[in-house]
């Protein structure tokens, strides 16, 4: 069962525009959410997360979005920059349990 | 900066092979996690380790696993007879708390090829 859901495979930015990758779930009893970004032959390294009672975090350049109503979050990249290339993947974290749900993850490609 | 450090970072064995992969967390962490993820697809949690017990295990994580920590720094994930679709990159994980964010410290994985 898919809980957390990423749509876009991939997405391509030029560089010093806004990236901007989204998120879904389905379930409810989320209370934090994670974004975490991958280079090949790496770990998942995180990169923001943000509250289930907050609508917004930011960070440098990175923003991230909670749409509770519409069960969406979206991670604004800006501007973007070629190391921002990697796979991004969005999590949730269940409000009784420590296990991250992640998506399957969207790879981002920042073209100079 | 401390690291989650994984070895092998990949190992080949044959079909009903037991293997053993094993991490070392960050040293102040109390909680510990093994994630896999198969080519193409998600991360996938398969459990949860703290003050020496399983805290939480998913359905991947069945009599084929196990999990120990042996001495105070190793945390090893042993499959006791390998299969086909065991062959995955494997993450170990480890964070100071429960509570918080959630935010999780993930090794660089282990790359299991079972043929």
């Known amino acids: 069962d898919q809980q957390v859901k990423q749509n876009s495979p991939s997405l391509s930015v030029q560089e010093g525009r806004i990236s901007i990758l989204n998120c879904d779930y389905t379930?409810?009893?989320?209370?934090?959410f994670l974004w975490y970004k991958k280079y090949p032959a790496e770990g998942p390294t995180f990169l923001i997360s943000?509250?289930?009672?907050?609508d917004k975090n930011e960070d440098g350049r990175f923003t991230v979005f909670l749409n509770k109503s519409a069960k969406h979050l979206s991670l604004h990249i800006v501007p973007s920059q070629p190391g921002d290339s990697a796979v991004y993947f969005c999590a949730a974290r269940p409000n009784s349990g420590y296990a991250l749900n992640f998506g399957k993850g969207t790879s981002l490609l920042v073209t100079p | 900066e401390p690291e989650v450090t994984q070895t092998p970072s990949h190992q080949v064995t044959q079909m009903g092979q037991e293997v053993i992969l094993r991490c070392v967390p960050i040293?102040?962490?109390?909680?510990f996690y093994w994630y896999r993820q198969i080519l193409g697809q998600k991360v996938e949690f398969l459990v949860s380790f703290y003050n020496n017990e399983i805290s939480e295990k998913s359905e991947i994580f069945d009599d084929q696993f196990s999990v120990e920590r042996p001495d105070g720094s190793n945390f090893t994930l042993k499959i006791r007879s390998t299969k086909l679709e065991d062959s995955a990159m494997y993450f170990c994980a480890s964070n100071p708390l429960a509570t918080g964010t959630g935010e999780l410290f993930f090794g660089e994985g282990s790359r299991l090829t079972v043929l």
């Open positions: 040293s102040n962490h109390l909680y």
């Open positions: 943000i509250s289930s009672i907050k």
């Open positions: 379930n409810s009893m989320f209370d934090y």
